[in-house]
């Protein structure tokens, strides 16, 4: 059983940076970062690979966000910078523990999920 903890979401001005961190316990193949506004579906944001540190990035956030972990604390890392007030939302951190060719983007494709972190960008 993997446990995530998400931590580092608050309230931030248009243009600012925040850093999500999700610590998870257990073994994971992918550890993604998922986001949900009011009103709207679940969508991908990022997720890197255990091995070979792979990444896939949702377009919106490309060049804006980076995805990195440290396999000695078993964190990962969202870092987020240019932030837009579209990018408010509910963040979660989800991990697949089982292997796959390529990152999927579907949240059905993850088995465990953190408990979210709010992200809130003001105009």
């Known amino acids: 059983q993997v446990q995530l903890v998400e931590s580092g979401g608050g309230l931030v001005q248009a243009g600012g940076s925040l850093r999500l961190s999700c610590a998870a316990s257990?073994?994971?193949?992918?550890v993604g970062w998922f986001r949900q506004a009011p009103g709207k579906e679940r969508e991908f944001v990022a997720a890197?690979?255990?091995?070979?540190?792979?990444?896939n990035y949702a377009d919106s956030v490309k060049g804006r966000f980076t995805i990195s972990r440290d396999d000695a604390k078993n964190t990962v890392y969202l870092q987020m910078n240019s932030l837009k007030p579209e990018d408010t939302a509910v963040y979660y951190c989800?991990?697949?523990?089982?292997?796959?060719?390529?990152?999927?983007?579907?949240?059905?494709?993850?088995?465990?999920w953190g408990q979210g972190t709010q992200v809130t960008v003001s105009s």
């Open positions: 890197i690979t255990s091995i070979g540190a792979s990444t």
């Open positions: 257990g073994g994971t193949f992918i």
């Open positions: 989800a991990a697949r523990s089982k292997f796959t060719l390529v990152i999927l983007t579907t949240p059905t494709s993850y088995d465990f």
